[in-house]
């Protein structure tokens, strides 16, 4: 699990730049027993209308690409 977990931050390391690029980020929170990972969305993505449709589309899709494993990412507060 543990190294499963450090994947993920590398995977989302990957995907920061874009987001940094348009005022947001993503922040790793937990990776949890079912292999759903929890993020927090920050900066211009938190509260954005379309935060809905990058974590689904964008930071989502890439995860589950790089790490088949993972059933999902879903935001936190």
Do not use: Y
């Amino acid at each position: 699990m543990k190294q499963l977990q450090e994947n993920v931050i590398k995977v989302l390391e990957q995907i920061r730049p874009t987001l940094q690029r348009d005022g947001g980020d993503v922040e790793f929170v937990e990776l949890d027993h079912n292999q759903v990972v929890k993020v927090r969305l920050t900066g211009a993505c938190q509260g954005c209308p379309m935060s809905g449709i990058t974590l689904k589309d964008g930071i989502e899709k890439f995860v589950k690409s790089e790490i088949p494993s993972i059933q999902a990412v879903e935001a936190v507060e």
